[in-house]
């Protein structure tokens, strides 16, 4: 081949590599940047992987930023809060309901119900 045709090349690889570096570093791919479409798909497949008692209060406003909607109450030593992520689209008025969520429960900080019955949980206790 031609020196050319090499050279360009590899240049080509250097300017894609550090494009791809620059991407990574800088790049914010947090929920709270995402368009609204996007930031469902991804709470709705987030949410259908979390398994009961290991997932915690922490580790949801990292994966899945702040919450839509959200309810706390302590009863004796027990904390509660639900937590609502939008999952699915309703009715484009600009605001999120609950019925547009789904809910997550958590007991001291620990996961304990996902759904509809978390939030019924959540007001029986």
């Given at each position: 081949m031609n020196k050319k045709v090499i050279a360009r090349i590899l240049m080509a690889l250097c300017a894609y590599g550090i494009f791809v570096a620059l991407v990574i570093t800088f790049y914010d791919d947090s929920p709270s940047n995402m368009k609204w479409e996007d930031r469902e798909i991804y709470n709705r497949q987030?949410?259908?992987?979390?398994?009961?008692?290991?997932?915690?209060?922490?580790?949801a406003l990292e994966k899945l930023g702040s919450p839509d909607l959200t309810e706390a109450k302590k009863i004796d030593t027990q904390y509660y809060q639900?937590?609502?992520?939008?999952?699915?689209?309703?009715?484009?008025?600009?605001?999120?309901?609950?019925?547009?969520?789904?809910?997550?429960?958590?007991?001291?900080?620990?996961?304990?119900?996902?759904?509809?019955?978390?939030?019924?949980?959540?007001?029986?206790?």
């Open positions: 987030f949410i259908a992987k979390l398994k009961i008692d290991q997932f915690t209060f922490e580790q639900v937590m609502f992520y939008r999952t699915q689209h309703m009715k484009s008025d600009g605001i999120t309901t609950q019925d547009e969520c789904t809910a997550l429960l958590f007991k001291n900080g620990m996961l304990t119900a996902i759904g509809n019955t978390a939030y019924q949980q959540f007001l029986n206790h």
